[in-house]
T-cell receptor, first 110, second 115 residues
Framework: GNSVTQMEGPVTLSEEAFLTINCTYT??????LFWYVQYPGEGLQLLLK?????DKGSNKGFEATYRKETTSFHLEKGSVQVSDSAVYFC?????????FGRGTSLIVHP | DGGITQSPKYLFRKEGQNVTLSCEQN?????MYWYRQDPGQGLRLIYY???????QKGDIAEGYSVSREKKESFPLTVTSAQKNPTAFYLC??????????????FGEGSRLTVL
């Protein structure tokens, strides 16, 4: 089945710093790719998605580009805020059973 | 508004007791899932159901049971056989399963604590 490899966390940044969370995937074909975010004590919610190669998903200042050549879907934000502190999960569609890794915890300090 | 509702949000259980966590969706989704999340850990799949009256075990099904008698409902029972049930439980649904699953929609979670 499809799978992902995410960078280990936690990632600790100061407010207004640039964020990159790496995600690479293995998949059959070209599935849609998703980033989910989980705020403390809550369920996961979809942050952004890209449905085909070279698509860029964006939401709330976050962006990720579907790179077929490097099988990557890295999450970026130009200027993080304290409110972005959460756990981020990268996941491909197309797995028979949706699986999630540990996610990457982001901690943003004022 | 469409979505997934989990209840209760917090639940305390004495050792040896069974408890049932509720999960209801009004999204008309075929597939539903139960995940367990422990502190600092990712999501581990307990059970999933692709269609009414059918469900399959996930990676950590021992000590848990489910039913799928209605499309909108997928309750999870944590039995006394589950040795370490204290965790955060997440229910999710998707429009389809496998290659056509689309994105997953999650509930707010249920936190179970065994006293």
């Amino acid at each position: 089945g499809n799978s992902v490899t995410q960078m280990e966390g936690p990632v600790t940044l100061s407010e207004e710093a640039f964020l990159t969370i790496n995600c690479t995937y293995t998949a059959t074909g070209y599935p849609s790719l998703f980033w989910y975010v989980q705020y403390p004590g809550e369920g996961l919610q979809l942050l952004l998605k890209a449905t085909k190669a070279d698509d860029k998903g964006s939401n709330k200042g976050f962006e990720a580009t579907y790179r077929k050549e490097t099988t990557s879907f890295h999450l970026e934000k130009g200027s993080v805020q304290v409110s972005d502190s959460a756990v981020y999960f990268c996941a491909p569609e197309g797995s028979y059973i949706p699986t999630f890794g540990r996610g990457t915890s982001l901690i943003v300090h004022p | 508004d469409g979505g997934i509702t989990q209840s209760p949000k917090y639940l305390f259980r004495k050792e040896g007791q069974n408890v049932t966590l509720s999960c209801e969706q009004n999204l008309n989704h075929d597939a539903m899932y139960w995940y367990r999340q422990d502190p600092g850990q990712g999501l581990r799949l307990i059970y999933y159901s692709q269609i009414v009256n059918d469900f399959q075990k996930g990676d950590i099904a021992e000590g848990y049971s489910v039913s799928r008698e209605k499309k909108e409902s997928f309750p999870l029972t944590v039995t006394s056989a589950q040795k370490n049930p204290t965790a955060f439980y997440l229910c999710a649904s998707s429009i389809g399963a496998g290659l056509l699953s689309g994105e997953l929609f999650f509930g707010e979670g249920s936190r179970l604590t065994v006293l």
